[in-house]
């Protein structure tokens, strides 16, 4: 079997989005680039959380995100420096983002066994129109108000365990 991969997104999933910080959250900045400065929630303990999902599953840590060469950036509050699948801009309209992200990270996979963290509601269903016949994934949908939980990653390790096991029960 492929080398499954663990796709991560920033907004909504790093980084929840609501103006009052939930609680557990540090708040920081981020500059970009292009030198504006971003404001972002994040728990330090994400970057652990996933490297250690990644680390028992023998997978592959990827960004998969809009914030594009910015992505590491936000990484250094987490401690996660990762590859950054490219996200074309073709196209692009707020109400479909999940679908417009997964035209981009489906095709990158290569058929790979993949779990994908977003907050987009519709980037399962994106996700399995897009995915090649008998790809093997799961697209775990975060709260954008409270971001990543121990439950996201619960969910992902049965997804992850199921591949070593020959099921994705």
């Given at each position: ?69 910015d ?5 250094r ?25 997964a ?67």
């Amino acid at each position: 079997m492929n080398r499954p991969l663990i796709i991560v997104d920033i907004d909504g999933v790093l980084n929840p989005w609501p103006y009052q910080r939930p609680a557990g959250l540090l708040a920081g900045r981020v500059r970009w680039t292009d030198r504006r400065q971003v404001r972002v929630n994040y728990n330090p303990a994400h970057g652990r959380m996933l490297t250690g999902l990644a680390e028992r599953h023998d997978a592959e840590l990827v960004w998969g995100t809009m914030w594009q060469a910015d992505a590491n950036r936000f990484g250094r509050l987490v401690g996660l420096q990762l590859p950054v699948i490219p996200i074309s801009r073709t196209g692009l309209r707020s109400y479909d983002m999940g679908e417009y992200k997964a035209r981009s990270i489906v095709p990158w996979t290569g058929g790979r066994p993949f779990v994908w963290f977003d907050d987009e509601a519709d980037a399962a269903e994106a996700a399995t129109r897009l995915a090649e016949p008998g790809q093997l994934f799961r697209v775990v949908t975060v709260d954008d108000g409270t971001g990543l939980t121990e439950a996201d990653v619960a969910e992902a390790d049965r997804f992850l365990s199921g591949l070593r096991a020959g099921s994705t029960a």
